[in-house]
């Protein structure tokens, strides 16, 4: 009687346990569902000059966007196999993890507060914060900014690093970089905090304004994937990417080609 209930019990736990293996999800691999579809999906920006705009032929363009064709080159032999998805700071993150998009490739530094909820490939850039200001304006370091309005990006490490660098300041915060720069021209605020790389793009097309020259952070720039092991087969091969690229001297002709200071 005793093995009966003890047979019986083996049984009913083999059926359950394998009840639960159905209802788990299957994952699929996102390096397999690129190959699958022969394509790429990625979240660029579009106001960012000069890693992702759109030019004057009104065609998405910029070092994260050649770069984007320079992954697609290697992961599917063809730049051109490649769909860009505009991304802004605050929405690329739930792009990235709803699904919409396979990366990030939009001057995202890495941070740990972001390692939390995406994987982060090896760094292709550093840019470092700087403050831009009016050419005839008064400041010239951070201890000038006392009781003066910033104006950042939301969403960036700007917004975040700012109470820490400049606490006793006045914070205004825009959704995008031609927003932030049109309130620092139109005199809403007194200087505008971001990445050295994106001030340059900012003053390319204005001269009345400079950046000052020190820097208050390290910015490295890496390609964002999902949170999970559905993307480590992906990042692999984005990372053997990009140190092909700098071995071969790629990434040194994008900084060329992209970056003029
Ligand atoms: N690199 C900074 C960041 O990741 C600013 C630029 C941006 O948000 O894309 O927050």
Sequence with gaps: MKNIFICLLMIITGLLLSGCGNEQKQ??????????RDKLIVGVKYDTKPFGFIDKN???????VDLARMIAKYILNDPNK?????????NRILALNSGQIDMIIATMTVTEQRKQVVEFSRPYYVAGQAIMVNKDSLIKNINDLRNK??????????????KNIA??????????????????????????????????GLISDDSNFKILSKRY?????AIALKKGPESHKLLFYIDNALNSFEQSGELNNLKRKWIKN
């Design 217 to 221: 952070t390290k910015e490295p720039y």
């Design 58 to 64: 009104q065609e998405v363009t910029g070092f994260d």
């Design 149 to 162: 309005k910033i104006i950042i990006v939301l969403g960036t490490t700007a917004d975040r690093n700012i």
């Design 167 to 200: 606490p006793e300041s006045m914070i205004q915060g825009y959704r995008t970089y031609n927003d932030a720069f049109a309130a620092l021209k139109n005199n809403r605020g007194d200087a505008l905090i971001t990445d050295d790389s994106i001030l340059l």
């Design 82 to 90: 490649v769909e860009f998805v505009q991304v802004t700071p605050q």
């Design 27 to 36: 994952v699929v691999d996102i390096y397999d569902k690129i190959k699958a």
